[in-house]
């Protein structure tokens, strides 16, 4: 069985830190990435590393504060969240596929359950 299992969430204070984990379990994937969806709006990318050297990109509202990383020996993606806004308050989901593009645009195979960040003010 195939499974994304997701932790870090919580609430922090604007200008705090969190750092969120998902370890994918039953196989590896080439390409892993993290969306976030607030209420009453569209589900939005995040970032994504792929390939064999761990290539990253950004969405464009979180360039410069948000790091996506990986442990390839713990099969487990890591989303370091600094500077964070209230803006940033979501759910945030981790998502897993064989390409960048599949998981870039969402059609990756699985997706993991949702970790809840709130950023108060």
């Known amino acids: 069985q195939v499974q994304l299992v997701e932790s870090g969430g919580g609430l922090v204070q604007a200008g705090g830190s969190l750092r969120l984990s998902c370890a994918a379990n039953?196989?590896?994937?080439?390409?892993m990435g993290w969306f976030r969806q607030a209420p009453g709006k569209e589900r939005e990318f995040v970032a994504v590393?792929?390939?064999?050297?761990?290539?990253?990109s950004y969405g464009d509202s979180v360039k410069g504060r948000f790091t996506i990383s990986r442990d390839n020996a713990k099969n487990t993606v890591y989303l370091q969240m600094n500077s964070l806004r209230p803006e940033d308050t979501a759910v945030y989901y981790c998502?897993?596929?064989?390409?960048?593009?599949?998981?870039?645009?969402?059609?990756?195979?699985?997706w993991g359950q949702g970790t809840q960040v709130t950023v108060s003010s």
């Open positions: 998502h897993a596929g064989g390409t960048a593009r599949d998981v870039t645009t969402g059609r990756g195979d699985y």
């Open positions: 039953g196989r590896i994937f080439s390409t």
């Open positions: 590393i792929y390939g064999s050297y761990g290539i990253t």
